[in-house]
T-cell receptor
Framework: TQLLEQSPQFLSIQEGENLTVYCNSS?????LQWYRQEPGEGPVLLVT?????EVKKLKRLTFQFGDARKDSSLHITAAQPGDTGLYLC????????????FGQGTRLTINP | NAGVTQTPKFQVLKTGQSMTLQCAQD?????MSWYRQDPGMGLRLIHY???????DQGEVPNGYNVSRSTTEDFPLRLLSAAPSQTSVYFC????????????FGPGTRLLVL
């Protein structure tokens, strides 16, 4: 059983479309991070959200932390082929805050 | 700065063999961790360390040992490799606790036959 459930696990859309990836849990997190991973490389941090209800924007990417700090979403506007990759959410549990728990990942493909 | 380095990049082992995956960072980070990545399962924490001389278990520690004698190095030892340990292994480091950015190495791809 995955503590952090990401959906969808696979997403293939056309360039220019919008998309949202979800990261859900029944547990409360002190912070939540989103990473992006390219083939053959390690994940790279995109953003950290720490306050319930927080919204952060990174160009065409919008990240939101749920009010109850149990879920998060990543929204991409006008997707581009360069957005293709594996997106991972990771949460620091309120208890045992020295560990990160990762979701299964969302493999995103943007077709030209 | 080289960041986080891992060696080797690829390794093939026979069941029962032992080996050490090396991880080093040159950012003076206190927190280091080892993850394994399997298809459809994201990253799972194996062991982590909050400083030299201090290590603790993650979600999937069985079959792996770690030690942290210096701030820079955090090797992962497989005592007796099993096919279930076939995976991609990532080492990560950060300045402090998990609120900080985790910097990942390029990974070690391990195949156990």
């Amino acid at each position: 059983t995955q503590l952090l459930e990401q959906s969808p696990q696979f997403l293939s859309i056309q360039e220019g479309e919008n998309l949202t990836v979800y990261c859900n849990s029944s547990s409360v997190f002190s912070s939540l991070q989103w990473y992006r991973q390219e083939p053959g490389e390690g994940p790279v941090l995109l953003v950290t959200v720490v306050t319930g209800g927080e919204v952060k924007k990174l160009k065409r990417l919008t990240f939101q932390f749920g009010d109850a700090r149990k879920d998060s979403s990543l929204h991409i506007t006008a997707a581009q082929p360069g957005d293709t990759g594996l997106y991972l959410c990771a949460g620091a549990l309120i208890q045992g805050a020295q560990k990160l728990v990762f979701g299964q990942g969302t493999r995103l493909t943007i077709n030209p | 700065n080289a960041g986080v380095t891992q060696t080797p990049k690829f390794q093939v082992l026979k069941t029962g063999q032992s080996m050490t995956l090396q991880c080093a960072q040159d950012m003076n980070h206190e927190y280091m961790s080892w993850y394994r990545q399997d298809p459809g399962m994201g990253l799972r924490l194996i062991h982590y360390s909050v400083g030299a001389g201090i290590t603790d278990q993650g979600e999937v520690p069985n079959g792996y040992n770690v030690s942290r004698s210096t701030t820079e190095d955090f090797p992962l030892r497989l005592l007796s490799a099993a096919p279930s340990q076939t995976s991609v292994y990532f080492c990560a480091s950060s300045k402090g606790l998990v609120f900080e950015t985790q910097y990942f190495g390029p990974g070690t791809r391990l195949l156990v036959l």
